[in-house]
């Protein structure tokens, strides 16, 4: 018997923002799973209340262990001149970092962001799009002063958090949720 980390229950929560096969495969396999573990280890109080809600589990058997960030290195690493130059990072601009997954709430996101009105701000998202495991239908970031980055390296993520005005998170489930504990240990 082994232990198995399960991050949290959301194709069991939210299946609608998954692709039917991930969905069906995960809502199969993740009571297997935690049925035949020792024990299962989740992120947060909120993954281990819902795992053992959605799994039959009880809560003695899961364990809760946090995740956490990296401490900001003393100074930036070093970004090409390359990568600067594909990024033209605004003056000023607000930084969402997360997937495209429909549970990250980017189309509200930019709704809210459109409605703010903030004159020469813009909004990056960073963070790459996994269209084979999320309904990303409906979600359009062209929008004025929106401008989707994609997957970055680590090293401009740390160089975005240093620059942003703003960090923005409107996410609707997470199981414990990273960007904002790394957006506050990078001030």
Same mark, same amino acid.
């Given at each position: 018997?082994?232990?198995?980390?399960?991050?949290? /229950?959301?194709?069991?929560?939210?299946?609608?923002?998954?692709?039917?096969?991930?969905?069906?495969?995960?809502?199969?396999?993740?009571?297997?799973?935690?049925?035949?573990?020792?024990?299962?280890?989740?992120?947060?109080?909120?993954?281990?209340?819902?795992?053992?809600?959605?799994?039959?589990?009880?809560?003695?058997?899961?364990?809760?262990?946090?995740?956490?960030?990296?401490?900001?290195?003393?100074?930036?690493?070093?970004?090409?001149?390359?990568?600067?130059?594909?990024?033209?990072?605004?003056?000023?601009?607000?930084?969402?970092?997360?997937?495209?997954?429909?549970?990250?709430?980017?189309?509200?996101?930019?709704?809210?962001?459109?409605?703010?009105?903030?004159?020469?701000?813009?909004?990056?998202?960073?963070?790459?799009? /996994?269209?084979?495991?999320?309904?990303?239908?409906?979600?359009?970031? /062209?929008?004025?002063?929106?401008?989707?980055?994609?997957?970055v390296s680590d090293a401009v993520l740390q160089m975005l958090y240093a620059r942003a005005e703003g960090f923005v998170f409107a996410s609707l489930y997470e199981g414990f949720g990273l960007p904002p504990l790394e /957006?506050?240990?990078?001030?």
């Amino acid at each position: 018997r082994q232990i198995v980390t399960i991050h949290d /229950a959301s194709t069991f929560d939210q299946p609608e923002a998954f692709k039917g096969l991930f969905a069906r495969w995960y809502r199969w396999l993740l009571p297997r799973l935690a049925r035949r573990a020792l024990c299962v280890v989740t992120v947060s109080r909120f993954s281990r209340d819902r795992l053992c809600a959605r799994l039959g589990l009880s809560p003695g058997r899961v364990a809760v262990i946090y995740n956490g960030v990296t401490p900001p290195p003393a100074s930036l690493p070093s970004v090409s001149t390359e990568e600067l130059q594909r990024l033209r990072l605004p003056a000023r601009f607000l930084l969402f970092v997360g997937s495209q997954d429909p549970r990250k709430n980017v189309p509200r996101l930019l709704e809210a962001f459109a409605r703010a009105r903030l004159g020469d701000v813009e909004l990056l998202l960073a963070g790459g799009a /996994a269209p084979d495991l999320f309904n990303t239908a409906g979600q359009d970031t /062209a929008l004025p002063r929106v401008r989707p980055l994609g997957r970055v390296s680590d090293a401009v993520l740390q160089m975005l958090y240093a620059r942003a005005e703003g960090f923005v998170f409107a996410s609707l489930y997470e199981g414990f949720g990273l960007p904002p504990l790394e /957006a506050m240990a990078r001030g």
